[in-house]
């Protein structure tokens, strides 16, 4: 089992990179954020428990992202390549995430840090628009739908997330500076951290991103 890792806070473009990944690798998106959304959509128990913290920007326990990982993992082979998004969020995530590799046989390939000034991530949160039935992400602006507040892949209905009001958005960032910003650390002592240079085209950095994947230099 093999693992790549986007760290990033929000509205860096972690979906947004990982969408670009999956089509040039055989790696499975495995998004913390969107299993939640999920579970919250079809009032499953765990849906429950998240909702409130979500709300807020909070985080979720980390008994309960353990449990929904553990669960996605079992469902592949034991062969199988992830790339997540959105975890390992806390430390205690990040160590867990290793002993559940170090079972498998498993082992993390890169983590890869998206950088993103903070006035970039707020203007791209603001503008962020969803698909309420694929899923699929655009911004306003910057990736914007052909048809306004229509998508382009299934004709579903595009919605702002609850999360993305002024107020979430600000300690959801907060959030990330507190309890996210320490996994930078723990993965550059591993050896294991490539920064990305998030603010540009997002063709730009999943080519970077591939280009490190695929060896050609260390970082970009
Ligand atoms: P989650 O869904 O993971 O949210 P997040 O980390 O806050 O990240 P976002 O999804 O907001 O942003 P992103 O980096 O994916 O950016 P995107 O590609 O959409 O988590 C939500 C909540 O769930 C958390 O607050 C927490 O409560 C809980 N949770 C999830 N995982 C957890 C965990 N492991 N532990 C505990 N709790 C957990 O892009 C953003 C916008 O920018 C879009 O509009 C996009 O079109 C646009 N954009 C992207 N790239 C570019 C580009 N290159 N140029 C121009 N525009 C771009």
């Known amino acids: 089992m093999k693992v ?10 972690k979906g947004t990179i990982a969408e670009g990944l999956k089509s ?9 954020g969107d299993m939640l959304r999920a579970a919250v959509k079809a009032g499953k128990p ?10 807020k920007g909070e985080l ?18 034991p062969n199988a390549h992830y790339l997540f998004d959105g975890f390992p969020r ?8 290793d002993e559940v590799l170090s079972a498998h046989q498993g082992r993390i390939e890169r983590v890869f840090l998206l950088e993103v000034s903070r006035q970039v991530l707020v203007d791209r949160l603001a503008g962020r628009r969803v698909c309420r039935n694929c899923g699929a992400v655009y911004h306003i602006r910057n990736i914007p739908p052909k048809i306004p507040g229509v ?30 910003q320490s996994l ?28 490190i994947l695929r060896g050609g230099i260390q970082e970009a």
């Open 184 to 211: 930078i650390e723990y993965y550059e002592m591993k050896g294991v951290l490539a920064r990305v240079d998030a603010g540009q085209e997002k063709e730009k950095t999943v080519a970077a991103i591939m280009q």
């Open 151 to 180: 998508c382009d892949i299934c004709g579903g209905e595009l919605y702002q997330r609850p999360d993305d009001t002024e107020a979430t958005v600000l300690n959801r960032l907060e959030v990330f500076k507190k309890q996210t």
């Open 4 to 13: 790549v890792i986007l760290l990033g806070p929000p509205g860096a473009g």
């Open 90 to 97: 806390t430390l205690e995530q990040a160590r867990l995430l």
């Open 46 to 55: 765990v849906g429950l428990q998240a909702r409130s913290y979500m709300e």
């Open 60 to 77: 979720v326990p980390d008994d309960v992202i353990m449990r929904i990982v553990t669960e996605r993992l079992e469902e592949g082979t």
């Open 24 to 32: 040039a690798t055989d790696y499975i998106h495995v998004s913390t």
